[in-house]
């Protein structure tokens, strides 16, 4: 008979739980949602009184309006707080409109096994049906009632309440969402937002905790970006939620990506979590939501200040941008970004794979290489890390703002792709920071500890042009033996032209607190003015990695601008001291040349001798090996008469050279015409820095040396 009333009700407007098969199993207390002793004065929702102590309450109503018709959602919990099992197909339920029109909703297909609440459990039953759009959920009546096939009505009705009074709550940052199985913990644990155009893309991280004892199995879930005017834009995962497992006190996290209008509210935004479910004899599927997960209010819009909070596949972590700048190279310009990213997840995790691109007047993009300073694999909490963003442009390029965003590489489903994590938009680019001659320039956390001042420049003149080279003195600062970096460097003067240059730098490495020296050398054309000179270092970069001795840079970090001391070029007029940094050279004992007239050999034998003495600083490391001493002797008409080039501590055995100490050089010179003054002589002294170019270091005549 129950049957028949049923079909004169109409079947699809009635949510009778006992609907199902005699076949399927009761509830147990351990089957229910939430097991416990339940009282019905602990009801706090809209409810509606089955029995003595039991009651049903309305929770989570939740109505999802993207599709026609919309959908709508809610929660059934029954409380038995009574002696006896409450039996579910004694009791029927019904929702209608305000009008009266009864409407098809249905259970989950989990929740349509369990057909008892024990005494002393709690059940929970998750319903769904569409809607006409227009309706809310305010339009909507929960009717409960109890089968009586002895009254003439057949029914005893019980209560009603409007879904409208038990809306979804949305204040909680952590809200619990229902697997198949099991409970989770949902939270938005990531948001990003990017500007593109007219458009907005948003990159969100779900992550869902298991604190239950069993796995949970994941539904086939979909995502919806809702804005506060209630527009919801899908939100593509990174992987199927369907078919995941997470094992208990294990969670798992999902990277979502949308693009909305760039107008869009989003002062209110939050997730829409739909459970998609395909019904029998439907090819289109229904789109059940189960939570709605708030944004935390502090991520919404643009983050203030230079740090942003960036959630990544291996933990959460603080961006600080500390720097945009944009250096002059060669025939292009390249524009750099420094950033430093700290771990502030409570365990140690693994350095992120991240990357980024440029953005110039929200119109161009250029894709940034990214490059590291250190070998780091693992950051603790609370430790940093230091990145930097790099990419070439036209030097012609005019940019009046740059968007910077950092994004990172996934792997899902096999295949790699990258998804948008942070950005700060309309930065600066500003020039290398310049530092006052004399002044010494803290280069810490790069290549190690040190600490660098540029000496004033120096000329080395040839026949065609000259060359300039400028020493620069680096300290290290740090508590490691540490070699010296690899540099990229460029001259450039008062009216902005810019000279590449080269950078002579040591393969030693350096004690703490040891000095090294590096020169930096050019060669100019003849006129070139070098008024104003200054100099630009930068740490060379091959491949993204910092550059190894014998690598060719194809970019440089951190470039910082020397303004030069005015050089001082002016020989000695004695040789008794002469500073190649870091030598000391001394010529002394010279003798007056003297010749005979070899019959032998028909040839002018010419004899000169002197003493030098060889210093160098062994707190220094540095290298000479383009660098050379020429001694010259010249007649008393200023005519040369012979010329000899020596090494400074030759590697090589057979190179002529001089060793720190003291020795004496003798010459022998043959001369086919004694066609010489030989009333005074002349020595000079040069470095030669390259084959043609020479600086005179000091000079003296016969009258001031010793005969």
């Not at 929702?95 to 096994?113: A, C, I």
């Not at 369990?114 to 319903?127: D, N, T």
């Not at 002059?328 to 992120?352: E, F, G, H, Q």
């Not at 590096?518 to 104003?532: I, N, S, V, Y």
Request: charged share 25%.
């Amino acid at each position: 008979m129950k049957w028949t009333l049923w079909a004169k009700l109409g079947l699809a407007a009635v949510l009778a739980l006992s609907a199902v098969a005699a076949s399927i199993r009761p509830m147990t207390a351990a089957a229910a949602d939430k097991p416990e002793a339940a009282p019905v004065t602990e009801s706090s929702g809209p409810r509606i009184v089955l029995g003595t102590e039991q009651v049903l309450e309305v929770s989570n109503t939740r109505l999802f309006k993207h599709d026609a018709p919309s959908v709508c959602s809610f929660e059934v919990i029954i409380r038995n707080g009574g002696g006896a099992d409450l039996l579910l197909d004694e009791y029927y339920f019904v929702v209608k409109t305000r009008s009266g029109n009864v409407l098809d909703f249905k259970l989950l297909p989990e929740d349509q096994d369990r057909k008892i609440v024990p005494a002393g459990a709690v059940g929970v039953y998750r319903f769904y049906g569409t809607v006409a759009n227009g309706i809310d959920a305010g339009g909507l009546i929960l009717e409960a009632g109890r089968w009586d096939f002895d009254s003439d009505s057949l029914i005893v009705p019980l209560g009603s309440v409007a879904l409208s009074d038990a809306p979804a709550r949305h204040e909680e940052k952590e809200v619990e969402v229902n697997a198949r199985n099991a409970s989770l913990q949902g939270s938005i644990s990531g948001v990003a937002w990017r500007s593109s155009g007219k458009n907005n893309e948003a990159t969100w991280t779900i992550t869902f905790r298991n604190s239950d004892t069993i796995p949970a199995e994941l539904p086939e879930w979909s995502f919806w970006l809702k804005t506060s005017e209630d527009h919801v834009y899908s939100m593509a995962p990174d992987r199927r939620p369907e078919g995941q497992t997470i094992e208990p006190g294990a969670d798992i996290s999902f990277i979502l990506t949308a693009t909305l209008p760039a107008e869009s509210d989003l002062s209110h935004a939050g997730l829409v979590l739909t459970r998609t479910i395909s019904e029998a004899g439907n090819t289109a599927k229904v789109h059940v939501p189960a939570a709605y997960l708030p944004i935390p209010a502090d991520a919404i819009g643009t983050e203030a200040g230079e740090t942003r909070t960036v959630t990544a596949a291996e933990g959460k972590f603080t961006a600080a941008l500390e720097s945009l700048h944009r250096w002059p190279w060669d025939d292009r310009d390249l524009i750099s970004a420094a950033i430093t990213l700290t771990n502030v997840s409570d365990a140690a995790v693994p350095v992120p794979q991240l990357q980024g691109t440029f953005l110039a007047d929200d119109t161009e993009e250029w894709p940034a290489q990214t490059v590291r300073t250190d070998s780091l694999r693992l950051l603790q909490p609370g430790q940093s890390i230091r990145l930097f963003l790099q990419a070439n442009l036209d030097h012609e390029e005019i940019v009046r703002s740059w968007d910077i965003l950092l994004q990172e590489t996934i792997v899902s489903d096999g295949k790699t792709q990258t998804v948008h994590r942070t950005e700060w938009s309309k930065q600066s680019a500003v020039s290398a920071k310049e530092i006052d001659a004399g002044k010494e320039t803290d280069m810490s956390g790069i290549g190690g500890k040190w600490a660098y001042t540029a000496t004033a420049p120096t000329s080395y003149e040839s026949t065609t042009g000259h060359l300039i080279t400028v020493r620069v003195d680096a300290v290290n600062r740090d508590k490691r033996y540490n070699p010296v970096a690899k540099w990229v460097a460029q001259f450039m003067t008062a009216d902005g032209t810019v000279y590449p240059a080269e950078v002579e730098v040591t393969d030693q490495r350096v004690i703490p607190q040891g000095n090294a020296s590096l020169t930096a050398w050019t060669a100019l054309p003849k006129g070139a003015d070098t008024k104003g000179l200054k100099l630009m270092l930068g740490l060379a970069v091959t491949g993204g990695k910092l550059s190894g001795s014998k690598d060719t840079p194809d970019s440089f970090l951190q470039a910082t601008v020397f303004r030069l001391p005015d050089k001082s070029d002016k020989p000695a007029d004695n040789l008794n001291e002469l500073a190649l940094y870091p030598y000391t050279l001394k010529i002394t004992e010279i003798d007056r040349p003297y010749w005979f007239y070899n019959d032998k050999r028909a040839i002018f034998e010419f004899s000169f001798s002197f003493d030098y003495t060889l210093q160098k600083d062994l707190s220094v490391v540095s290298e000479m090996n383009k660098r050379r001493i020429i001694v010259e002797l010249l007649d008393g008409n200023g005519d040369h008469i012979h010329e000899k080039t020596y090494a400074l501590e030759p590697e090589d055995a057979g190179d002529s050279g001089w060793e720190v100490g003291s020795e004496t050089e003798k010459w022998k010179i043959d001369i086919n015409d004694l066609s010489i003054n030989t009333t005074q002589y002349m020595v000079n002294i040069y470095e030669e820095f390259l084959p043609g170019y020479r600086r005179l270091l000091g000079s003296t005549t016969t009258d001031k040396i010793t005969y």
